[in-house]
């Protein structure tokens, strides 16, 4: 099992930047797969960033790439989201979440993970 808690989430003027940070529990936390999802007022929610077991291989949706940055330390157990020249288009609850261990790490549909944190606000003003 994996419990994920996510901090780091707050007011950001637009062009500034925040870091997330999502600590987990579980002794299977360094075999998993991560990703960063987001949900903005009546969307979807939406892939951001993933990060494979290993942090060797990563992932990032085409409006976040070059801006943003995954990273993990599995001996501290967390997985983190360093968010640059951020957009009010950012605005959104920010979800950390492990996925299936069977999945591909490819998948970025959310149906593809399965323990997920209570989301942390990131709201990017003008």
């Known amino acids: 099992q994996v419990q994920l808690v996510e901090s780091g989430g707050g007011l950001v003027q637009a062009g500034g930047s925040l870091r997330l940070s999502c600590a987990a529990s579980g002794r299977t936390f360094s075999s998993k797969n991560m990703g960063w999802f987001r949900q903005a007022p009546g969307k979807e929610r939406e892939f951001v960033a993933a990060?494979?077991?290993?942090?060797?291989?990563?992932n990032y949706a085409d409006s976040v790439k070059g801006r943003f940055t995954i990273s993990r330390d599995n001996a501290k157990n967390t997985v983190d989201l360093q968010m640059n020249s951020l957009k009010t288009e950012d605005t959104a609850v920010y979800y950390c979440a492990a996925a299936i261990s069977s999945g591909s790490f490819t998948d970025t549909q959310p149906r593809a993970y399965n323990y997920w944190g209570q989301g942390t606000q990131v709201t990017v003003s003008s």
């Open positions: 990060i494979n077991w290993s942090g060797a291989r990563t």
